[in-house]
């Protein structure tokens, strides 16, 4: 089975700008996760879908944003791109079972100048 | 709040050179404590899931090992390869998503 594959790898934007990323999960695999990954912080959760719903959010601002489709790929959106926001952003999926694993894929590297 | 601390933060060891890595946790309701390692410039890779206390995992080299408050993670007579940062997290009760900590860089000499 492929893995989790997200796009871009790297990116880099401007202050003000926004920005879109996308993840595409394992095959069969319908709740895909999100995650920004910084030196200072760690990885901290930004939100989960299940089924095009959003299930759970973390504590990040608005300006963070994503949708599910209905094959379960997964996109992300930043607004408002701040300097702080420069991070690995990284997507994860897992089969539905509160019990199951998640699997990552190998992130997009966001640099805000 | 869930709340994972891991210790070390930094490990140097000499190849062969056994050791444990600590994960330390508060959660409300564990429903699984996962490992993952994570190498430069890649996404975590899923290692073993824990789901009660006195629970034991084995991979390789790698033991895992769980406690109410804590789990340990073993390595034995460990080889450069197994050069990484290893991350600790749980899920609690109520949400799916992960809580982290912000793992141990572990470097083994040859």
């Known amino acids: 089975k492929a893995g989790v594959t997200q796009t871009p790898r790297y990116l880099i934007k401007t202050r003000g700008q926004q920005v879109t990323l996308s993840c595409s999960p394992i095959?069969?695999?319908?709740?895909v996760s999100w995650y920004q990954q910084t030196p200072g912080q760690g990885l901290q959760f930004l939100f989960e879908?299940?089924?095009?719903?959003?299930?759970n959010k973390g504590n990040f601002p608005g300006r963070f944003s994503g949708r599910q489709f209905s094959n379960s790929r997964s996109e992300m959106n930043v607004s408002t791109l701040e300097l702080g926001d420069s991070a690995l952003y990284l997507c994860a999926s897992k089969e539905e079972g509160s019990n199951q694993p998640q699997h990552f894929g190998d992130g997009t590297r966001l640099s805000i100048l | 709040e869930d709340q994972v601390t891991q210790s070390p933060e930094a490990l140097r060891l000499q190849e062969g050179e056994s050791s444990s890595l600590n994960c330390s946790y508060t959660?409300?309701?564990?429903?699984?404590l996962f490992w993952y390692r994570q190498d430069p410039g890649k996404g975590p890779e899923f290692l073993f899931t824990l789901y009660s206390a006195g629970e034991e995992k084995e991979k390789e080299r790698l033991k895992a090992t769980l406690t109410k408050k804590e789990s340990f993670l073993h390595i034995t007579a460990p080889k450069p390869e197994d050069s990484a940062t290893y991350l600790c997290?749980?899920?609690?009760?109520?949400?799916?998503?992960?809580?982290f900590g912000k793992g141990t860089h572990l470097i083994i000499q040859p």
């Open positions: 997290a749980v899920r609690g009760g109520g949400a799916d998503g992960l809580t």
């Open positions: 095959s069969g695999h319908r709740s």
């Open positions: 959660v409300s309701g564990l429903r699984g």
């Open positions: 879908y299940f089924s095009e719903t959003q299930r």
